[in-house]
């Protein structure tokens, strides 16, 4: 029977030269750290040094989080990530109504800087790099971050690591939006301006496809429709008067690693060819540095299963072997009991082993781009390009992402495309070893980390102390500021940063700019 990709392009049984016809090595790779950067962004790649081993974690309070960092960091992790819960996510103080029922559950709770001290206790800041994953609110974390870090004595050009920052796939997949698009990408291109002259070492944004895949898209799908968010950044960065070279060289890119090992090889080195194409021929990037498509990749949680959880091991494994033959950046390996609850310390721990297995007990490492001249990874990584094209135009001849997005068009393909997969698991055509097949009739009974159900009223205590001992009135007028800036056309960043030294809470911030902007209603496309 024919196989195929998860994009839905063939495979072949037998690759041979034949296959590869009028094949160009030297247009279609070149070298490592070379336009177009098929074979990875830097000449020497993890010859050199590994990639950044970037652990993923955050629940209930800052306290608890911190102490599962300090963990990590003393396990061997070279980077912290971290997760917020959904009031944070939304811009929603603990104390608020929506919030009731989420606080700490799938991230940790932040409401002022008093939290994020506490996060951080003990962490050098100049030393550790850290992603934030966090996207409507993501101005309001980054300046938090760098308020504790003053308090270390750190300085903010020491500073390095990521915000997420990526509002527009959030209207495609996610749904963790604030602000109405046009207003989104306003703030995003204010966060370029004020890193581009207070952070210049961060890395203002990780554009996402992994919350697509997560969602059903294919890898084609997940390479275009995040390339095509891509391109609407760069295009508003530069409405607002920012020369492409100034601040591209900061932007990241953050994606999936499925179990389908080969074609996710191919997917990440057709996504730097196309990237390296659209930065140098569309927008007239000059440096190198704003050509690399640089990514952050994290194995797939969509594909872990609470059936016999410990067979998670070995998909992560292949999932994060995946990831590094296709030369990422920063991994970070998912959990074998995450498909149950929040992960325990010491599954985080051999999530982190995993990686530290691939780059110091296998040969991966010895050079660069193990697979470069395979037939099989050389015409899949020509078949999905010409695929991830052929879907971004079509978001292109909608009027771009922004607008594609306001006809449901990058949400309904996506949706196409989990129906499929999951009619394809129902009948058994897809094997999921432990649910539709090698399945056993008993279960070992597992312990998972449970999140403290009073969580929620510790952080509204802690908002009525905060509340009751700051100065008032400085808060006030420094959210007057805040709402005046908002309105007019001065970066919001700078009486934002005001605002949240004089101890105004996430929500208080928040609520100034929907004021201002208002909040997104999505349009019914069914």
Known sequence: MARQTESGLPIEPVYGSKVL???????????????PFTRGVYPSMYTGRPWTMRQYAGFGTATESNARYHQLIAAGTTGLSVAFDLPTQMGYDSDHQLAHGEVGKVGVAIDSIEDMRMLFDKIPLGEVSTSMTINAPASILLLLYQLVAEEQGVTADRL??????????????????????????????DIFSYCKAELPKWNTISISGYHMA?????????????LANGIAYVRAAID???????????LAF????????????AKFRAARRIWARIMRDEFGAQDPKSQMLRFHTQTAGVQLTAQQPEVNLVRVAVQGLAAVLGGTQSLHTNSFDEAIA???????????????VLAFETDVTSTVDPFAGSYVVESMTDQLEDAIVALMKQVEDLGGAVAAIETGFQKSEIERSAYRISQEIDSGERIVVGVNHFTIDEHEKYEPLRVDPTIGEAQRHRLESLRANRDQAVVDAALVALRAAAQGSDNVLYPMRDAL????TVGEVSDALRDVWGAYTPADTF
């Open 21 to 35: 016809a009028g094949w160009d090595p030297e247009s279609q790779l070149g070298e490592p750290g070379q336009y």
């Open 240 to 250: 607002a008067g920012m020369p492409v070279d100034e601040f591209a060289p900061r």
């Open 501 to 504: 030294r004089a101890h105004a």
């Open 342 to 356: 929040l992960p325990t310390a010491k599954a985080a721990r051999l999530a982190l082993r995993t990686q530290q």
């Open 160 to 189: 390095t690591g990521t915000i997420q920052n990526d509002v527009l796939k959030e209207y495609i997949a996610r749904g963790t939006y604030i602000y109405p698009p046009a207003e989104s990408l306003r703030l995003i291109t």
């Open 254 to 265: 953050f994606f999936v690693s499925r179990t389908t090992l080969l074609e996710e090889v």
């Open 214 to 226: 997560e969602a059903g898209a294919t890898p084609a799908q997940e390479i275009a429709f995040t």
